[in-house]
């Protein structure tokens, strides 16, 4: 499976891969970001139940704190 992830191609060994798994994959779990697929913001809550499709575009912004 072939997925954007920020103009980037990754290539994935799975057929199924959900949001959760990707956030795994990623060493993102625990950290504050945002994920938009293919242009639509996808909420924390759903992150278990979607899955992720072949040409998926993600953009995945990372929370900045600061004053």
């Known amino acids: 499976m072939k997925i954007s992830i920020n103009g980037k191609?990754?290539?994935f060994d799975t057929d199924i891969l959900t949001f959760e798994s990707?956030?795994?994959?990623?060493?993102?779990?625990?950290?504050?970001?945002?994920?938009?697929?293919n242009g639509e913001i996808i909420p924390k809550s759903c992150f278990a139940d979607?899955?992720?499709?072949?040409?998926?575009?993600l953009e995945i912004i990372g929370a900045v704190g600061g004053g």
């Open 9 to 11: 191609i990754k290539n």
């Open 22 to 37: 990707l956030i795994k994959e990623l060493n993102l779990a625990g950290k504050r970001f945002a994920i938009e697929r």
């Open 50 to 57: 979607y899955q992720l499709s072949n040409g998926d575009k």
